[in-house]
């Protein structure tokens, strides 16, 4: 999933802008909104979308997952709700340097031990 970087930074940009930027038609943006809870762009005062860098970042996480890694609808949406299941801080391995592995196995050998000496 590569970014994108607008010719203007802005804060907010409207359904026409992001339908440029990536690609993709506007009701097909509309569409994505009715089957991704993650996508809810905020509508200003006229009742138009205003997306973020964040709300483009999950559309282009979206296309990538159903155009070119060929997910369902559904088994997108399951990538994208275990993906911010997975933000929220975890013992993730893959996220531990290796000292802090090295603690975490000295931790559960010392448990491990303290399990055998009540069992016994």
Same mark, same amino acid.
Do not use: C, H
């Given at each position: 999933?590569?970014?994108?970087? /607008?010719?203007? %930074?802005?804060?907010?940009?409207?359904? @026409?802008?992001?339908?440029?930027?990536?690609? =993709?038609? +506007?009701?097909?943006?509309?569409?994505?909104?009715?089957?991704?809870?993650?996508?809810?762009?905020?509508?200003?005062?006229? @009742?138009?979308?205003?997306?973020?860098?964040?709300?483009?970042?999950?559309?282009? &996480?979206? $296309?990538?997952? =159903?155009?070119?890694? %060929?997910?369902?609808?559904?088994?997108?949406?399951?990538?994208?709700?275990?993906?911010?299941?997975?933000?929220? /801080?975890?013992? &993730? +391995?893959?996220?531990?340097?290796?000292?802090?592995?090295?603690?975490?196995? $000295?931790?559960?050998?010392?448990?491990?031990?303290? =399990?055998?000496?009540? &069992?016994?």
């Amino acid at each position: 999933m590569s970014k994108i970087n /607008p010719k203007v %930074k802005k804060l907010y940009y409207s359904i @026409g802008e992001v339908s440029d930027m990536t690609d =993709l038609k +506007s009701y097909v943006l509309r569409y994505w909104e009715t089957e991704f809870n993650q996508l809810k762009p905020p509508k200003n005062r006229a @009742g138009n979308r205003t997306y973020r860098q964040k709300d483009i970042e999950i559309i282009l &996480n979206i $296309k990538d997952l =159903l155009y070119t890694k %060929k997910f369902t609808i559904d088994g997108a949406r399951n990538v994208i709700q275990s993906k911010q299941g997975s933000e929220s /801080p975890s013992l &993730n +391995s893959s996220l531990l340097n290796q000292n802090q592995k090295l603690i975490l196995k $000295k931790v559960k050998n010392s448990l491990q031990d303290i =399990l055998k000496i009540i &069992n016994n």
